[in-house]
């Protein structure tokens, strides 16, 4: 992807020169490198959820969906509540970036999408959200330097996943090709997330912080990974009461390939790994000639995609 120039209020002129007099030197005890890695297995793991699985087949409860949203406007408004108060704190400082980042005000206005105007009265925190919010107002009045860890865990996923997750949603949900309902995973004043995220890590990496603080910072993110899993397992079982009348958009992995499992793009895959790359490749372009196909390797490819670049970039 070519590199654009970002525009943006917050950032000083210099900031990506920053970058690219830095970024090429990254060192193990750098504060993104430690979190990269400290935080790697219980990422994969979040991502191995059944309720992040079915997300990303396109296999979508609505009604899960608006509890998931109502699940991130409680954690971003806890999050972006201590934000704020610890602004000008020196180890969060350079980390402030309102108007790139905060999600609260997009998430309110999905849910007044979901629910209507008088969406405040029809939503309430789940017992998992609000251990995930406890924490956070625990961090931020107590130890502020560790909202880091929830600022990093939050925000670099939205930006290397969020498109991702808003094409699948908006087919899966058959939501407005505008928007509406989706306005979280849209960051209007980012003109290039991957260079964003490099400027981001490198703010990160310049903080004067000892050792031990940054070994407290990737505990931290380990939690937050927690929480967030935690959330997930409460929807998985909130999905178990609710009647299967819902979205897959007509994506079944098999289903609409006509039961021939040779047909998956998730066989070819298969194949793929196992030696067998000419037979997968040739089977992979018959699956593009459907357009069902298309969509579903599509966003096969493109969760990849985004967890790779999470770790390299």
Not at 37 to 42: I, L
Not at 53 to 64: A, N
Not at 109 to 126: A, H, K, N, T, V
Request: glycine share 8%; aromatic share 10%; with cysteine.
């Amino acid at each position: 992807m070519s590199a654009e120039k970002m525009e943006t209020t917050s950032v000083p002129s210099g900031a990506e020169l920053a970058y690219e007099e830095n970024g090429g030197s990254l060192r193990p005890e750098d504060l993104s490198e430690m979190l990269a890695a400290g935080t790697k297995e219980v990422h994969e793991k979040a991502e191995n959820t059944q309720f992040v699985k079915d997300f990303l087949r396109g296999r979508i409860r609505k009604e899960l969906f608006k509890l998931g949203a109502v699940a991130l406007y409680y954690t971003y408004t806890a999050m972006e509540e201590e934000i704020e108060k610890n602004k000008d704190h020196p180890h969060f400082a350079p980390l402030y970036f309102p108007t790139e980042l905060h999600r609260h005000e997009a998430l309110a206005r999905d849910l007044e999408y979901f629910y209507g105007p008088e969406w405040q009265s029809q939503i309430s925190c789940s017992q998992a959200t609000q251990r995930y919010v406890d924490r956070i107002h625990q961090v931020g009045q107590e130890d502020p330097v560790l909202l880091v860890a929830h600022a990093y865990t939050r925000y670099m996923g939205d930006l290397s996943g969020g498109q991702v997750l808003k094409k699948v949603a908006q087919r899966a949900l058959k939501l407005p090709s505008t928007g509406e309902g989706l306005e979280f995973y849209q960051f209007d004043s980012i003109h290039s997330a991957k260079e964003f995220k490099q400027l981001y890590r490198s703010r990160m990496n310049e903080l004067e912080l000892q050792m031990e603080i940054k070994k407290k910072l990737v505990e931290e993110a380990v939690k937050a990974f927690q929480f967030n899993m935690e959330v997930f397992e409460e929807l998985e079982e909130i999905g178990k009461t609710i009647q299967e009348d819902v979205l897959d958009a007509g994506m079944s992995v098999h289903g609409a390939m006509g039961g021939d499992i040779s047909k998956c793009p998730y066989y070819a895959a298969k194949m793929a790994a196992s030696g067998g790359t000419a037979y997968a490749c040739q089977l992979a372009m018959a699956v593009l000639r459907h357009p069902t196909g298309q969509v579903l390797f599509a966003t096969w490819f493109a969760a990849l995609a985004g967890l790779a670049a999470w770790y390299l970039m």
